[in-house]
């Protein structure tokens, strides 16, 4: 049932794109007054206003009224609003209440059970994983949140489904006060959004906060080759069990003599039959097979196992996750443009099976590269320092690397790596920084990857 405070007055959200579309759209459903603003004022934005405004809701594009914002009852921020933006700050200190997208999404969904993904790297394929391990299993799921579908659209659909599988942000569990998981899955911590919190401490507390509601009934699945996630949830309320993909003896773990995942105290599959790249994708796949198995007594059965090991067998790599664009003039072009922290672009660099022409460049996070050195020694050739953050990147590199700066648009950058690039190598775009000096999401900067990739035949 719908919060008394979200029909007697008018809601505000903040962000529209297209979290902020579908809670909009699903307040209207429910009758209730709603406000939505974006300080950016684009194309794609004014077609989405307009379609918003024929339900009945009022849009602001390029500024954010603060005044308006500051009378509202609530206040919704979609996922890609930092927490010190001005809206926010102006709503929390009237005080207005504060949640987010997913927040209002699961008030609707009293029936659907979830399963619940944060950490640093890996939620958006453990998610993936994990609600086509649902499917596999023949149960009506989907993966919603920061990958898929927001979850305000799984509530607008006439039959929502019986499961999601739900990857959420630090910021979104900052305000998401209900959070209440089947099972809660934390994959790792390592330091990331510096640009946008005060400390790795600030960063950490948010992702602590999966464990809110936590009840002696809670079931958690956590990474057991992870000192910090161990730390953080020792002495967590509810059954906490591990995965390792370094073969640590866990409740889910690689066998690396036998060459097999064992899930559960008996072998699941071999790792042979799992059709992604690298040591972390064994860890995301045993997490999302123990995260679904622990969910419900069926989906452990001898049938739910098998079912469980076709599953994984059929999975895909994620889009813009080591995605292998194709095969140019004997050149492999993979675009990793989802590595958007130097964790997760050390993953990918260290995946890497060819010589390798690394791009790295972006908008800066706040911290440094150094991490990168020994698998860029290990994996690369060379590597091209673009963007924004190329002077901080060679810097931290320049001495210890191969690498040189290119300046100016991405087609620059492309082309000089297809000059660096020889016959039997790979040119990955995983480049440690977030997109928006050149783009306006990781994605649009995946895509210009992919197409001057096709356009780089000899």
């Known amino acids: 049932m719908m919060p008394g405070q979200w029909r007697t007055g008018e809601v505000a959200v903040v962000g529209l794109g297209r979290s902020g579309d579908a809670v909009a759209r699903l307040l209207r459903a429910h009758h209730a007054t709603v406000y939505v603003s974006d300080s950016a004022d684009t194309d794609d934005l004014r077609r989405q206003a307009d379609a918003l405004r024929s339900t009945g809701t009022s849009v602001d594009l390029g500024h954010h009224d603060l005044e308006r914002i500051a009378r509202a009852t609530t206040v919704v921020v979609s996922p890609g609003v930092p927490p010190d933006a001005e809206p926010v700050a102006v709503a929390r200190a009237r005080p207005v209440p504060?949640?987010?997208?997913?927040?209002?999404?699961?008030?609707?969904?009293?029936?659907?059970?979830?399963?619940?993904?944060?950490?640093?790297?890996?939620?958006s394929t453990v998610t993936a994983i994990a609600a086509h391990v649902l499917r596999g299993l023949g149960v009506h799921a989907e993966a919603?949140?920061?990958?898929?579908?927001?979850?305000?659209?799984l509530a607008l659909q006439s039959s929502p489904p019986d499961w999601a599988a739900i990857e959420l942000s630090s910021f979104q569990l900052h305000d998401t006060p209900?959070?209440?998981?089947?099972?809660?899955?934390?994959?790792n911590l390592t330091p990331d959004h510096l640009d946008r919190y005060p400390s790795i401490d600030a960063y950490y507390a948010d992702k602590e906060l999966l464990?809110?509601?936590?009840?002696?009934?809670?079931?958690?699945?956590?990474n057991a080759d992870d000192a910090r996630v161990l730390?953080?949830?020792?002495?967590?309320?509810?059954?906490?069990?591990?995965?390792?993909?370094?073969?640590?003896?866990?409740?889910?773990?690689?066998?690396?003599?036998?060459?097999e995942l064992v899930v559960l105290d008996a072998p699941l599959m071999s790792r042979a039959d799992l059709p992604l790249l690298g040591d972390h994708n064994v860890g995301n796949a045993l997490a999302a097979a123990l995260a679904v198995m622990?969910?419900?007594p069926d989906f452990r059965t001898i049938a739910g196992r098998q079912r469980v090991a076709s599953a994984l067998r059929t999975v895909r790599p994620l889009h813009?996750?080591?995605?292998?664009?194709?095969?140019?003039?004997?050149?492999?072009?993979?675009?990793?443009?989802?590595?958007?922290?130097?964790?997760s672009a050390a993953v990918g660099i260290a995946s890497m099976v060819r010589p390798t022409i690394l791009l790295l460049g972006g908008k800066h996070k706040g911290e440094p590269y150094t991490p990168l050195v020994d698998a860029i020694r290990a994996h690369c050739r060379g590597v091209i320092?673009?963007?924004?953050?190329?002077?901080?990147?060679?810097?931290?590199l320049g001495r210890d690397v191969v690498i040189e700066h290119v300046g100016g648009d991405f087609e620059r950058v492309m082309e000089r790596a297809r000059q660096l690039a020889r016959p039997g190598d790979a040119v990955l775009l995983s480049p440690a920084c977030s997109s928006f000096d050149m783009f306006t999401n990781y994605e649009a900067r995946g895509q210009r990857f992919a197409r001057l990739a096709r356009g780089t035949v000899r």
């Open 98 to 123: 504060v949640v987010s997208e997913v927040e209002v999404a699961l008030t609707f969904l009293t029936s659907m059970q979830y399963l619940a993904i944060t950490g640093t790297n890996g939620k």
């Open 385 to 396: 320092a673009y963007g924004a953050a190329a002077p901080l990147i060679m810097d931290d």
């Open 178 to 187: 209900s959070i209440a998981p089947v099972v809660g899955v934390l994959t």
């Open 144 to 153: 919603a949140g920061n990958i898929g579908a927001a979850v305000s659209w």
């Open 211 to 222: 464990f809110r509601n936590a009840s002696n009934a809670s079931r958690w699945v956590v």
């Open 231 to 259: 730390e953080m949830t020792r002495g967590v309320r509810g059954v906490v069990q591990r995965y390792s993909a370094q073969g640590r003896l866990s409740d889910a773990f690689y066998d690396r003599q036998g060459g």
């Open 294 to 296: 622990v969910a419900s």
């Open 320 to 343: 813009h996750r080591l995605e292998t664009v194709g095969v140019f003039g004997g050149v492999a072009y993979i675009d990793d443009s989802k590595a958007t922290n130097v964790a």
